[in-house]
Nanobody, 119 residues
C-alpha cells in the first residue's frame, strides 16, 4: 500500500494563491511519478500536473503559467503551488502516485482536498 495524504486546500478569492502538499508513505517500491488531478461536480477527473522522480513536469493547458508542481524525493512529497486562481479551478484535488514494477504499473490516490475559488 501507498498512503497519500493531501493538505493545503481551502477557500480563496479569485486571483489568490494556495499551495497543496501530498505526502506518500508505506510504499513498498520506488515511486516513479507523482501528480495532481482534479474533479469538479458533474465533470470527469482531469490531470492537472505531474512530475517524475527525475523532475520532468507536465501541466494541463488550463493551468500552464499559473501552477507549479515540485517534488522532494527524499520526503516522497509533492507540492502544487497555485497562483492566479480562477473560479473554474474549483474542484476536489487528488494526489496520485505511480509505481512501476516488473509486473505492471500501479496508481494510488489520496482522499482529496477541496479547493474553492470564489468571491
Amino acid at each position: 500500500q501507498v498512503q497519500l495524504v493531501e493538505s493545503g486546500g481551502g477557500l480563496v478569492q479569485p486571483g489568490g494563491s494556495l499551495r497543496l502538499s501530498c505526502a506518500a508513505s508505506g510504499s513498498r517500491f520506488s515511486i516513479n511519478a507523482m501528480g495532481w488531478y482534479r474533479q469538479a461536480p458533474g465533470k470527469q477527473r482531469e490531470l492537472v500536473a505531474v512530475i517524475t522522480s527525475a523532475g520532468t513536469t507536465t501541466y494541463a493547458d488550463s493551468v500552464k503559467g499559473r501552477f507549479t508542481i515540485s517534488r522532494d524525493n527524499a520526503k516522497n512529497t509533492v507540492y502544487l503551488q497555485m497562483n492566479s486562481l480562477k473560479p473554474e479551478d474549483t474542484a476536489v484535488y487528488y494526489c496520485n502516485s505511480r509505481t512501476k514494477v516488473v509486473i505492471g504499473t500501479y496508481d494510488s490516490w489520496g482522499q482529496g482536498t477541496q479547493v474553492t475559488v470564489s468571491s
